[in-house]
């Protein structure tokens, strides 16, 4: 029974399907189950077999554009009562994204934001057009393991290095991961400008973000 | 004949410009300037918290204002192209940030002197009617780059120019680098040497960016080339249809604004749609359905009779490799057959991430066979065989015939020795190099026989005063790209 409620959880993920992730949910709490049980259980296994799928090409972005939906609205039932019960999710990280000043367009980096928060990590999405020292400002405001900066124009990409050398002005090059996306930007250009890491696309990201988080993000 | 291509019937044309007309009205359109917005409310549309509402009638008048045909000019003042019914041109694609190294066949971000070399190749190949600001120059300030890299192609080319501003501050300096070209603001409206491409921001925004510089283009009375891009499924409906839909109502809208600032001011159906990659979140410009968006887009601004202009022959691939030459030459070929009057992206690799001169000249080859193609079946003699036949009856020795010698140059299009049409010899094994090896020799071959221009007057003069102030501002000490002797030559002769 406890088996197959979990399954369904999964299922209800792996389908994108967010009013039966929520309904499950809620069942989960009814029949006695612990919220980090459903949570961790349940409806994470969900997410890893959606990158699993995704990597295999059997599911597509809109595929996990939905699964994340899916994962928001179960997680919006199970956190209150998880709070409730004096717990809380463990944070995988705290990641900070924008996309470079001058540049409008956001939906890669929305997507990163999306999946990660799906996947534990608290995400601060600063929006399109953010200039290098808001980066700076808000990577000390939220004490951000990683920062991903994004661009999707070529004119834009220099950006991506600007707020590098403005965090290095501020002296949190070594307490802060850089991430850089979007899509004229290759990892031979991450290394150019001293990125730490580079996605080449939104899961791709979240598997970097994990993998940085890893290596211990505050090594350097 | 001309063989023609269309992908829209008519009926779905009336369907896809409906649409485009509701959209205009409800959601309206995002419009970033005080000054748009005026515009457009002068015009009738109705403002509501920075969104323009544009009712169907000021859309269509707008439409009606636009010049059917125009054209660009060389420094010679020949009109070079035309814009306008079914003339197509090609320049090279633009603001690549790498270009190919075709020794290490690895990106590396651009240089001055790699525009140089491209702007050289580009302006002794005549399947390119037009030169672009290709790259984006990383040895020069970012504040100035746009305006230097306009400065480059000026000093190595007499062709025209498909250009754009990367800022507001930088595209009064541009205008003021053409005046100069031009020897006065009059010459370079009677005759333009450069367009401007400008670029709505999906879905149905006109950033104040955007919006300043279609007005200030459209007073100045310089060419406005207006590229609309929906991502189909990301930045735009997932159905090409509806992604046709968004392009036109952004372009029809951008329209509005424009000519409302200036009646009759030249303006281009542009774009560069394209679908969105549901598994890397890209652009594939290769793609079968951005071919299919850009040449239906195109369509229906034709079907308003108005001068066109898309992104084709660039590549996804990362080298110029078969897949390139498959991805390209489809476009271009189909984009030649669909009439639309500047075809900008070759030379393009990696979904526009990357420029390579060797693929610009193998784009040159298939260039010439799609022109080749809509120049069609032509009919030179009385008969079409029967009075040859008379002539060499069953002997057949067509090659003997006066006709064969005054027409086949006609008949037959020659490529460059890029293309490999030898027969090869008996017994010889291995072929000696491919394409690209072909390209890259070609290459050499092409910036050999570039050959220093000549000026008229003190343009040259004018031009590099123009520059220099701005290159000094953002600090540069030299003019990159532009050797020091030259410059020592030209200020000792105007000394002089």
Redesign the interface.
């Given at each position: 029974m406890r088996d197959e409620a979990l399954r369904a959880m999964q299922a209800s993920i792996v389908n994108g399907a967010p009013e039966t992730a929520a309904v499950l949910a809620q069942d989960a709490l009814t029949a006695g189950f612990e919220p980090l049980d459903a949570i961790n259980l349940g409806f994470v296994p969900g997410m890893h077999a959606v990158g699993e799928q995704?990597a295999q090409?059997t599911l597509?972005?809109?595929d996990m554009m939905a699964s994340a939906e899916a994962m928001r609205a179960a997680m919006q039932v199970l956190e209150p009562e998880l709070r409730k019960r004096g717990g809380e999710r463990p944070n995988a990280g705290t990641v900070v994204l924008g996309t470079t000043k001058?540049d409008?367009?956001e939906?890669?980096k929305t997507?990163v934001g999306t999946l990660l928060t799906a996947h534990g990590f608290k995400v601060h999405d600063l929006g399109v057009d953010v200039a290098s020292d808001v980066f700076v400002a808000n990577i000390l405001k939220t004490g951000a393991d990683v920062v991903g900066i994004s661009a999707l124009?070529?004119?834009t990409?220099?950006g991506q290095k600007s707020v590098i050398e403005a965090i290095e002005r501020a002296g949190l090059r070594a307490r802060v991961k850089v991430i850089v996306g979007g899509?004229?930007v290759?990892r031979?250009?991450a290394e150019?400008i001293g990125a730490d890491g580079y996605g080449?696309?939104?899961a791709s990201a979240v598997e970097l973000v994990k993998g940085l988080m890893h290596q211990g993000v505050h090594a350097g | 004949m001309r063989p023609n291509l269309a992908v829209l019937d008519v009926s779905l044309i009336d369907r896809i410009l409906q649409e485009a007309f509701s959209l205009l009205m409800n959601p309206g359109v995002k419009v970033g300037t005080i000054e748009a917005a005026e515009l457009l409310s002068s015009g009738g549309a109705r403002l509501e918290n920075g969104v323009a509402h544009i009712p169907e009638w000021v859309a269509r008048r707008a439409l009606q204002s636009v010049p059917r045909e125009f054209y660009l000019y060389d420094r010679g003042g020949h009109a070079a192209v035309h814009y306008g019914g079914d003339d197509v041109h090609f320049d090279p694609g633009s603001?690549?940030?790498?270009i190919l190294d075709p020794d290490t066949l690895?990106?590396r971000?651009a240089q001055s002197r790699d525009l140089v070399r491209l702007i050289q190749v580009a302006e002794v190949l005549p399947q390119y009617a037009a030169q672009s600001t290709a790259v984006?120059c990383?040895d020069v300030p970012?504040e100035i780059?746009d305006l230097y890299r306009l400065f480059l192609v000026l000093w190595y080319s007499h062709k025209p120019v498909v250009t754009g501003a990367?800022?507001t501050s930088t595209l009064q300096a541009m205008i003021d680098l053409l005046v100069a070209d031009s020897g006065g603001g009059e010459a370079l409206k009677w005759k333009p040497r450069a367009i401007f491409d400008v670029c709505p921001?999906p879905p149905l925004?006109w950033?104040d960016f955007a919006a300043h510089n279609l007005v200030v283009l459209a007073r100045a009375g310089i060419p406005a080339e207006l590229i609309s891009m929906p991502?189909a499924?990301?930045?735009g409906p997932v159905t090409l249809a509806g992604s046709i839909v968004q392009h036109a109502a952004e372009t029809i809208s951008g329209i509005a604004i424009h000519q409302l600032a200036s009646p009759g001011a030249p303006v281009v159906w542009g774009g560069a749609p394209a679908i969105?990659d549901?598994?890397?979140?890209?652009?594939p410009m290769g793609a079968i359905e951005t071919v299919m968006l850009d040449i239906a887009c195109a369509q229906v601004g034709k079907s308003l009779g108005l001068p066109t202009h898309t992104y084709l022959v660039a590549s996804d691939s990362k080298l110029a490799d078969a897949q390139a030459g498959m991805e390209s030459s489809i476009s271009a070929v189909l984009g030649t057959l669909a009439g639309i009057n500047m075809i900008s992206g070759a030379g393009m690799l990696?979904?526009?991430?990357c420029h390579s001169i060797e693929k610009l000249v193998l784009d040159a080859e298939v260039i010439a066979s799609a022109q080749r193609m809509v120049a069609g079946i032509g009919t030179p003699t009385e008969t079409l065989a029967t009075s040859m036949f008379a002539q060499v009856g069953l002997q057949g020795e067509f090659l003997k015939l006066k006709e064969t010698r005054q027409l086949f140059r006609g008949e037959q299009h020659f490529p460059s020795s890029v293309i490999d049409r030898s027969t090869r010899p008996e017994g010889e094994g291995e072929v000696q190099g491919d394409a690209f090896s072909r390209a890259r020799e070609r290459v050499q071959e092409l910036l050999a026989s570039y050959s220093e221009l000549e000026f008229p007057g003190q343009t040259r003069s004018r031009l590099q005063e123009s520059v220099s102030r701005a290159a000094e501002r953002a600090g540069l000490v030299t003019l990159p790209g532009i050797p020091v002797n030259e410059l020592q030559r030209m200020q000792g002769s105007a000394a002089i």
């Open positions: 995704f090409h597509f972005l809109p001058g409008i367009h939906i890669g997507l124009l070529t004119t990409m220099r899509a004229p290759s031979r250009w150019e080449q696309d939104a | 603001s690549c940030l790498s690895r990106p971000l984006v990383n970012s780059g990367f800022s921001s925004n950033t991502l499924g990301a930045t969105f549901m598994r890397s979140g890209g652009t990696d979904a526009l991430a």
